[in-house]
């Protein structure tokens, strides 16, 4: 699966993010990007990254494709 930034990059500053959430929405474009390579990016457990991904699917912030 390939994920992309699916709200305007200037809202994402008034999400109230964690640290860990905008390190994760700072590596998304309006470009899809493989799941696979922000695994390998990521300084954080598959399963936690996987689970941001759920949280900004469901909330529209990302989409996936």
């Known amino acids: 699966s390939q994920v992309r930034l699916a709200i305007p990059r200037d809202r994402t500053a008034q999400l109230g993010l964690s640290t ?3 390190f994760v929405l700072s590596r998304l474009q309006d470009q899809p990007a493989p ?3 922000l695994v390998s990016i ?3 457990p598959e399963s936690e990254l996987l689970e941001i991904l759920r ?3 469901s909330e529209g912030w990302i989409a996936v494709t």
């Open 55 to 57: 949280r900004f699917l």
């Open 42 to 44: 990521c300084p954080l």
């Open 35 to 37: 799941v696979e390579a």
């Open 20 to 22: 860990e959430e905008g």
